[in-house]
């Protein structure tokens, strides 16, 4: 108890430099717990991805499309208990920095293969009765303050023109990784006014999206769709939803790479500072050590202190950090909700936050604990300033 | 009573050289984030600018942002053909290409991960309207033949680009006969090969763009009014160093946003920890600055010799931190842009610019640190300064 005591007195002998690192280490660990968050969302698609859903594209690349014909092919392979024709849309919502997904779908099928869209069922029937029906996550509906029954207006990209929908639906998420800014509407609807307009696009399809009746099933059902379409016009790529949304990910490797080196750089950043006030403590107390050792105290017990006061200061720091790293977290998800859809902070990002304060810790201790044990009594009694 | 010498503050630093190079390699990482990411953002717009020629025209179907996604029919194509403001090459021709632009998923060499890799249709004009584009190994792919020829960048890094190897799609195997060095330009993530062959492979009836050059540059607003009103067709026509620009503008932001809010963290972390050092340098020597006044040392004196010592450190740190990020200009970042979904390879780039900005950032570190500590040295009671042990 006494060397607790000991050690909480001597942290706090020199209270603007004790609190000034304290600040610094709580800047650090909020810093690196952000850079964590950022890495963990990139992947939340990921995560939130089912292991009975296979995704079958084009082979070339997702700029091509896949004929209408392969939908009923693709059903009669045993295994297959959903499939949906699915469309990027890539429509633009009053300017493209409002950018949210935006999909054609086959409400009928494509509802039972994402449970993790929760939707009050009247509206869901609403939605899949009318042709020109739209589903809008909860996040995106809020931020543009969209109601049931609104028309919304989306400009295409990919298919020219001006095309309206009415809301018919608001889903939210079952999950906290669940992504809700997505915009699905009928497929239908598109294809029936590509027939009018340029009919050499209608009848295509993006992807499609597929339920298999268990995960063990996924490998031979993705084989035996490629097999069947091996040398035809349109060759496909079946994968799971995982894998396909693991390959958006690496062709950002590079980002997250960096981000990941930058947080450490944070880490070392700090550990330069805390090294430093834990150093200039030491030598101010040269004298002190000496005299501890005088008396009889051994080598342990004076790294014991040092360590201690080191810890100490990097655990407050840390704590500090962490606890802040939740408001802010939710305050820079909303700033960035363009590019982050869903932010959340993970739990292994806390773990991650304590080992790195505690590290942090741990290092600045290390060249004063050293000299401290090994310095000669008379030296230390000498010593002045 | 003259100024205290400078020599002064950097024995002061010299003395206490374990707090001194602590304080230093804060600083200079921060220099160096804060250096590299300028770098980046330097290297993404250098690509993006040398990408787009000013006289040079795209013309792409209204909406659609990209070449990607755009359609451009052969009537349409024709029209813009016929333009008269166009300019006229050496051998007589209109300097003109219709080209198609899709994406194709190759694997990495190494990791055999995929990534999606623009395709390019071209025909001989292509090339005139980029003189950018230089043959680095092999030779020109021969009109109407399953040849390709591949971007330096793209050699390199994907599996089945290098000379000699063959690439698989739309059923038929392309042979790569050519390398070709794009300089700092986004064409060294691109494969290029004959366009009426790639849009018979893929099954594409239409062009995605076609691309001139203008005679003279200022007839621009003149052809776009004049195409985008034509109403046998709905396309636009932009600039190709405006287009490319607008293509990398959410890459653009991410990293402004990104480099902007590490700097500012890390910038508040090492300037805490010039604080400590410097209040630490006024705490130990008390009496030293009391001795100073004694003598007949002004307050500003005291002061200019505090902050100057502080401003020796972040310069020295800023220093360090852009010694090391020049070394950064030897990477070569590639990666998704995300408006396209395809690769875009660049590297990091210093300029005098970034240089001085850099020195002038540590500066001010050094200079926040600094002035508080400093301050209070000065304002520092000759008669308690002397007694403080």
Known sequence: MFILKLIFKNAFRHKLRTWLTIVGITIAILAYGLLRTVISTWYAGVESSSATRLVTRNAISLVFSLPLSYEESIRHVPGVKFVTRDNWFGGIYIDEKHFFPSFAIDPKNYLPLVPEFVIPGDQQAAFIRD??????????????????????????????????????????????????????????????????TASRRADQVGFYFIGVTSPNLAAEVSQAIDKMFKNSLSETLTETEKAFQLGFISMSEAIIVAIRMVSFVVIIIIMAVMANTM???????????????????????????????????????????IALTFPVARAFGRAMDNYFPVFNVAKTTIYMDMAAALLIGLVAGIVPAWRAVHIRVADGLRRIG | MGKIPFSYSIRNL???????????????????????????????????????????????????????????????ASIVETQPEIAIGVNGDR????????????????????????????????????????????????PGSSEIMAGQSIARRFRGGGLGET?????????????????????????????????????????????????????????????ENDPRMTIEAKRESVYYEEQSKVMAKFLRVLGLSLTIIF??????????????????????????????FQRRNILTAFLMESLLLGILGGCTGLFFASFM????????????????????????????????FSLIMGFVGGVLPAVRASRMNIVDALRAS
Do not use: C
């Open chain 2, 267 to 296: 910038s508040t972390g090492a300037t805490i920890g010039a604080m400590i050092t410097m209040y630490t340098a006024v705490a130990n020597r008390t009496n030293e600055i009391g001795t100073l006044r004694a003598l007949g």
């Open chain 2, 95 to 142: 300097l003109v290409a219709r080209e198609l632009v899709v994406l194709i998923n190759l694997p990495k060499r190494g990791s055999n991960k995929p990534s999606n890799v623009v395709i390019r249709g071209t025909t001989e004009t292509s090339l005139l309207l980029r003189p950018q584009i230089k043959l680095a190994a092999g030779r020109m792919p021969r």
């Open chain 1, 131 to 196: 042709r020109n029906a739209a589903l809008a996550g909860r996040k995106i509906a809020e931020k543009y303050h969209w109601k049931i029954g609104d028309t919304i207006t989306l400009k295409g990209t990919i298919f020219p023109g001006n095309w309206e929908f009415v809301l018919r639906a608001i889903y939210h998420g079952r999950d906290k990784s669940t992504d809700e800014t997505f915009f699905l509407f009928h497929w239908d609807y598109l294809n029936e006014a590509l027939k009018k």
């Open chain 2, 167 to 227: 690439l698989r799609f739309g059923l038929r195997d392309w042979a790569v006969v050519g390398i070709f060095d794009a300089g700092n330009t986004g064409f060294n993530s691109e494969i290029w090969g004959d366009v009426d062959q790639l849009m018979q492979a893929f099954r594409r009836p239409v062009y995605s763009s076609v691309i001139f050059k203008l005679g003279n540059a200022a007839d621009f607003d003149k052809v776009k009014l004049r195409l």
């Open chain 2, 329 to 360: 200009q030897l990477i070569t970042i590639s990666t998704m842009n995300f408006q396209t979904f395809s690769e875009l390879a660049f590297s990091f780039s210093l300029t005098i610019n970034i240089i001085y900005q850099s020195l002038v």
């Open chain 2, 14 to 76: 010299w003395t206490r050289r374990l707090t001194t190079v602590l304080t230093i390699s804060g600083m200079a990482l921060v220099v160096f984030v804060f250096a590299s990411i300028l770098m980046l953002a330097e290297g993404l717009r250098k690509t993006l600018v040398q990408t787009g020629s000013y006289d040079n025209i795209v013309v792409i179907r209204k909406g659609s942002n990209s070449e990607v996604q755009s359609g451009i029919d052969r009537l349409s």
């Open chain 1, 279 to 321: 150093a200039m403590t030491a030598r101010e107390r040269f004298g002190e050590y000496a005299v501890f050792k005088a008396l009889g105290f051994g080598g342990v017990h004076l790294a014991g202190l040092i360590f201690g006061e080191s810890l100490v200061i990097a655990i407050l720091g840390g704590a500090a950090g």
